[in-house]
């Protein structure tokens, strides 16, 4: 989930680094050893934008793509974790770790000598498309209202739901028994050290993640991504600073007239007919479900995501009615 700071003032917007406002996505290379939370730190305090936040946890040792979140793109959260992503990952098999990564404490040791290229390969083929996944004790997954990891470590365990995810592709990079490096895309949700638990269980030797990397984020990618120690000069950075319109690309954009813009604004729903698509019309959903929209003005100014056509109770016209006001 996103961390939100309280929100800025004035002076902030009036000295902020980028050129068309501080509202956006900040596309961050995470190094390891760094926390999600220690990155948006660092933001704070390198840009002087105090509403700062991320959109999908990395673990301390995992490194890549960290969306950061700043002024009014903490309001986007929801929107990006529902993106998938894509890893750079490398299996260690012949031990099994209370993590599943190789920063926890080793359960099991066994010998991989038995172990060919074959029976890697043929077992890699199982994990593709939709597959079962128990979340890890050591995550922020909540039961009961306390995250699975504050149980974890007072040694305690407890039962947890499988959940579907799904692995769009998943490619062996090299294989170097006991490592296995490996490249996947897969939905929100999806725990990559979980997945090399379950391939070294499947293989009958144990498995934990040795290393991973975040190359993708939705259309966020690691060669876009700036690093920590440039973010002083981030408004000079290459296609690391994203707009709120540019990151939300992925809905159909429609524009309001002046009058309604001003209702929009306060979160006002507006009824159908006055909404005029922006480019080419998209085909619509079945009859009440709407479809997610970008609400702009007629200068082409990000005001709102919205959803329409929608039919509220008591009314005979469809209407787009706002779910994030951003104007």
């Not at 700043?70 to 959260?77: R, S």
């Not at 043929?122 to 939709?130: A, C, K």
């Not at 009859?287 to 709102?304: F, H, I």
Request: proline content about 6%; charged content about 20%.
């Amino acid at each position: 989930m996103a961390l939100l700071a309280p929100c800025m003032d004035h002076s902030e917007i009036n000295n902020s680094p980028f050129p068309q406002g501080p509202h956006g996505v900040l596309i961050v290379n995470k190094p390891d050893g760094w926390t999600s939370h220690d990155v948006v730190q660092r933001v704070r305090t390198v840009l002087g934008i105090q509403k700062v936040g991320h959109a999908g946890t990395l673990d301390p040792h995992a490194t890549g793509v960290l969306p950061v979140l700043i002024g009014k793109g903490t309001k986007i959260a929801q929107y990006l974790l529902d993106w998938d992503k894509e890893y750079s990952a490398v299996l260690q098999l012949g031990q099994k770790t209370d993590t599943q990564d190789a920063w926890g404490t080793v359960l099991e040791e066994r010998s991989c000598e038995s172990l060919s290229e074959d029976d890697v390969r043929s077992v890699f083929t199982i994990f593709q498309g939709e597959i079962e996944q128990v979340p890890p004790m050591y995550s922020a997954v909540k039961v009961g209202g306390q995250p699975l990891y504050k149980k974890a470590r007072k040694g305690q365990t407890v039962e947890r739901q499988a959940k579907t995810v799904v692995i769009h592709d998943l490619q062996i990079q090299r294989i170097a028994i006991p490592e296995v490096s490996f490249r996947v895309t897969c939905s929100k949700g999806t725990y990559v050290r979980t997945l090399c638990d379950d391939i070294g269980a499947r293989l009958g030797v144990g498995g934990h993640l040795k290393w991973l990397q975040r190359r993708r984020v939705g259309p966020l990618r690691i060669e876009q991504a700036i690093g920590m120690e440039s973010l002083q000069d981030v408004s000079q950075g290459e296609g690391a600073w994203w707009s709120l319109d540019r990151a939300l690309e992925i809905f159909p954009a429609v524009e309001v007239n002046n009058d309604d813009a001003r209702k929009v604004l306060h979160g006002n729903a507006i009824p159908w007919n006055r909404v005029e698509w922006v480019g080419e019309k998209p085909g619509l959903p079945s009859a009440g479900e709407g479809m997610r929209v970008r609400v702009k003005n007629t200068e082409g100014s990000l005001l709102a995501l919205g959803k329409g056509p929608l039919l509220q109770s008591g009314q005979n016209v469809p209407v787009l009615v706002l779910d994030t006001v951003l104007g």
